[in-house]
Structures are given as structure tokens and as C-alpha cells.
């Protein structure tokens, strides 16, 4: 089993950057599609951005394409979720998570499909 740890939230005022990470551990880690998901007060856990266990394939929510890019390191076992022109409506808790099940042809963003969650890190822009 992956077990996740994200990490790189803060606060930071609208139009800045911030880059997450998601630290696994578990050496099969390089066979599952990883996902970003996001979750703001009072609202459903709502899909981000994916990265497929090979790294050929990214998929991203409308909501943050052209601002936001996910990428993966192999050998340090690590997703990277790199934040720019950041707004107001982006504020919440992000989650990463593994796709349930490893070598996936296809990637989903459907939060049914994934497990081994981390605890979430604060994301928090300001106007």
C-alpha cells in the first residue's frame, strides 16, 4: 500500500505561486497514477489534475488549466503540483491520492478510483 504526505500550502496573495508535493512511500509507488484534488468549505472534494504512473498523460480540471502544472519525480518518489497565478477561489485543502488500481491504461478523474489519500495540506489565497 502508498501511504501519501503532501506538503507546500500556505497563505499567498492572489496572482502567486506555490508549488505542493506529495511524498510516497511504498517502492511501487512509479505504478500508479496520481491525482490532485482539492476541497473548499462546505463544498465537495472536486477533482484537479492527474498524472499517469507512466508520466506520458496529464489530464487538468478546467478551473486551473494554463495555471497550474503537475509533474512527478521517480526516483524521489515524489508528485509536484506547481500553482501559479493564483485566485481567491482556490483557496481550500488539497489532497493527493493514488489511483487504486496500479498501470491504469487510462487516467480517471473520478475520486471513486482513488485511495491511499494524504492528510491534506491549506491552501490559502488572499485578495
Known amino acids: 500500500q502508498v501511504q501519501l504526505v503532501e506538503s507546500g500550502g500556505g497563505l499567498v496573495q492572489a496572482g502567486g505561486s506555490l508549488r505542493l508535493s506529495c511524498a510516497a512511500s511504498g517502492r511501487t509507488f512509479s505504478s500508479y497514477s496520481v491525482g490532485w484534488f482539492r476541497q473548499a468549505p462546505g463544498k465537495e472534494r472536486e477533482f484537479v489534475a492527474i498524472?499517469?504512473?507512466?508520466?506520458?498523460?496529464?489530464n487538468y480540471a478546467n478551473s486551473v488549466k494554463g495555471r497550474f502544472t503537475i509533474s512527478r519525480d521517480k526516483a524521489k518518489n515524489t508528485v509536484y503540483l506547481q500553482m501559479n497565478s493564483l485566485k481567491p477561489e482556490d483557496t481550500a485543502v488539497y489532497y493527493c491520492?493514488?489511483?487504486?488500481?496500479?498501470?491504469?491504461?487510462?487516467?480517471?478523474?473520478?475520486?471513486?478510483?482513488?485511495?491511499?489519500w494524504g492528510q491534506g495540506t491549506q491552501v490559502t489565497v488572499s485578495s
Open positions: 491520492a493514488a489511483d487504486r488500481r496500479p498501470l491504469r491504461g487510462t487516467i480517471s478523474t473520478q475520486t471513486a478510483d482513488f485511495g491511499s
Open positions: 498524472i499517469k504512473w507512466s508520466g506520458s498523460s496529464t
